[in-house]
């Protein structure tokens, strides 16, 4: 089983859709959030970051974690074409070296 | 000049040649990564530095061989690589500090003939 397990679409939605992308993992040591937004040929963005569970709103983005359930999502409101990436879930427990551990990213496209 | 810069954007190489990946970060961070990033597949880590010092070698083929002279400038060195090895490599930076998130840079797109 892998320790993060995220659909990676494509998810093809229209201009103005509210975005649901998701993340489930196994370990329960982890307590920090993260989703990075790739655009192709660029490298991964920091998006949102969260601590331990809750909510986390940003402009259009909302960033949730269920700690409790192992799941982490990531809702854009007002989709819009410029949306239009792959959003890679990461997260670790700390520590020295802090490592991270990906999703493998959802392909999102935003159609006008 | 902002962030975390990585040269050259776009590498082609044959099996034997050497050649070497540049990243330097510009934001003061004190920790540096390297990943690589291959097509439907998660970021796999493969060094880690922390103040200059290296920390994790995630089990990488010696024919990688990274270098951080300072905080600021991380190098990986390429020699005798296979055709496995074409991916997007990635250079990351963070402050020191639990959980603080990582910066990434545009990474080098590297092509092995």
């Known amino acids: 089983q892998k320790e993060v397990e995220q659909d990676p679409g494509p998810l093809s939605v229209p201009e103005g859709a509210i975005v649901s992308l998701n993340c489930t993992y196994s370990?329960?040591?982890?307590?920090?959030f993260m989703w990075y937004r790739q655009y192709s040929r660029k490298g991964p963005e920091l998006l949102m970051y969260?601590?331990?569970?809750g909510n986390k709103e940003d402009g259009r983005f909302t960033a949730q974690v269920d700690k409790s359930s192992k799941y982490i999502s990531l809702f854009i409101r007002d989709s819009q074409p410029s949306d239009s990436a792959t959003y890679l879930c990461?997260?670790?427990?700390?520590?020295?070296?802090?490592?991270?551990?990906f999703g493998t990213g959802t392909l999102l496209a935003v159609q006008p | 000049e902002t962030g975390v810069t990585q040269t050259p954007r776009h590498l082609v190489m044959g099996m034997t040649n050497k050649k070497s990946l540049k990243c330097e970060q510009h934001l003061g961070h004190n920790a540096m990564y390297w990943y690589k990033q291959s097509a439907k597949k998660p970021l796999e880590l493969m060094f880690v530095y922390n103040f200059k010092e290296q920390t994790e070698n995630n089990s990488v083929p010696s024919r990688f061989s990274p270098e951080c002279p300072n905080s600021s400038h991380l190098f990986l060195h390429l020699h005798t690589l296979q055709p496995e090895d074409s991916a997007l490599y990635l250079c990351a930076s963070r402050r020191e500090g639990f959980g603080q998130p990582q910066h990434f840079g545009d990474g080098t797109r590297l092509s092995i003939l």
């Open positions: 370990n329960s040591a982890f307590q920090y």
């Open positions: 990461a997260m670790t427990r700390g520590g020295a070296t802090n490592k991270l551990i």
């Open positions: 969260t601590y331990s569970s």
